[in-house]
């Protein structure tokens, strides 16, 4: 029989040309972020420095680690908004744990992140269980613990200790403990979504969701973890904070995190719909965003002007992944056609091959054939 050659599924086809797509607007974001590395080197001398760009990535760290885990959610068609409040809140139950409870350093660490994941756990009951609206329950739970956290205290709470102190500005061989944090996060995430079973269902969820579940895939599960991960995230980054400033403010910590980071997902190629998106190009938008910032800062632009730039970054996020949108499904369809013609070719190559094949084994007859009549010829004379 002849041999079929192997051909790609059209699963495996839409998950290349989507990583395609996505290959092209990191392209596209790595490119701004050198052509602003190089604009703000020449403005100023003091940017392209290693003690800088320490400062500015450890700066970025917090929500550094907010963006990397949310990233898988909103990869699943998810978004969590109550981030921003879910840090000052995390932040002030670890805060007061340790000053007027008194408990051990490490122990308020686990309180603040703890409480992080039971928001997250609520947002996932809500969401990922029930099926309610993502964007309208963490809306509300935006304001509902900003003001839980203005009611459990008012006032801002500093003297966290030595321990707090040495996590947010404290260097572990060398390098920044905050750093070191926000690697980790980064590349659990990388890990988590490239090589797990659960990180392929995040893309499978993302593109179709009420598909995913008819295939039997734990989507509510899913969804559920993904939401606690990000509360974590939230306290974490909260905990960070804390340590960084020695303190916590209740109404000011935190504040339009929540905005950052969605930039910071979407400029880095992340659809807001869900379905496609990889963690190194949030890892440039990270950077791109911390650099934009620090830059700025550096050049002496009042406040109001950064404000405007963060909203073009955002816009510019925006329009990214409109172009995320439009190229994927164009190359989709092209690979799409590309095989079809290559099926083409197999089909009219085949009865060739056939024939060869029969004429390979006529010859071998007539050669084994041969030697038979050789030795009849032999016997008669």
């Keep these: 029989m002849n041999a079929a050659r192997p051909t790609r599924s059209p699963g495996s086809s839409r998950l290349s040309s989507m990583l395609s797509a996505d290959v092209i607007v990191n392209n596209i974001l790595l490119a701004a972020l050198v052509a602003l590395i190089v604009y703000f080197s020449f403005s100023s001398p003091y940017f392209f420095t290693l003690s800088n760009f320490t400062v500015l990535l450890t700066n970025y760290a917090a929500i550094g680690v907010v963006a990397a885990v949310m990233t898988p959610l909103m990869i699943a068609g998810h978004v969590d908004l109550s981030v921003g409040s879910n840090i000052a809140f995390s932040a002030m139950i670890a805060a007061l744990a340790i000053t007027v409870f008194g408990v051990h350093p490490v122990v308020g660490i686990l309180v603040g992140v703890g409480s992080g994941a039971c928001i997250g756990a609520v947002n ?7 099926r309610l609206s993502p964007i309208i329950v963490t809306l509300g739970m935006l304001s509902l613990l900003r003001g839980l956290t203005l009611l459990i205290n008012p006032t801002e709470v500093y003297g966290l200790g030595d321990t707090f102190f040495y996590i947010g500005n404290g260097a572990f061989l060398g390098v920044p403990i905050l750093l070191w944090v926000v690697v980790l996060a980064f590349a659990a995430a990388a890990l988590f979504i490239s090589t797990t079973v659960w990180g392929r269902y995040v893309y499978a969820v993302g593109v179709n969701p009420q598909a995913a579940f008819l295939a039997a895939l734990p989507v509510r599960r899913l969804l559920f973890s993904l939401y606690v991960a990000t509360g974590a995230a939230a306290g974490v980054a909260g905990v ?9 403010s209740p109404g000011a910590l935190g504040l339009q995190m929540e905005l950052q980071a969605l930039t910071i997902i979407l400029l ?42 963060s909203g073009l970054a955002l816009v510019f996020a925006a329009s990214i992944d409109a172009v995320g949108t439009y190229v994927a499904p164009r190359m989709a369809r092209r690979r799409a056609v590309a095989e079809q013609i290559e099926v083409a070719r197999q089909r009219a190559s085949a009865p060739r091959s056939l024939l060869r094949r029969a004429s390979r084994r006529r010859d071998r007859r007539r050669a084994e054939a041969v030697p038979a009549e050789n030795c009849v010829t032999a016997f008669h004379a």
Aim: aromatic residues 8%; proline residues 3%.
């Design 240 to 248: 960070l904070l804390a340590a960084r400033l020695d303190g916590v």
């Design 124 to 130: 996932g009951l809500a969401c990922g269980a029930l």
């Design 268 to 309: 880095g190629g992340v659809a807001f719909a869900g379905g496609r998106g990889r963690i190194f190009g949030v890892v440039t938008a990270w950077v791109f965003l911390g650099v934009l910032e620090n830059g700025l800062t550096l050049l002496n632009v009042p406040p109001f002007i950064q404000m405007v730039a």
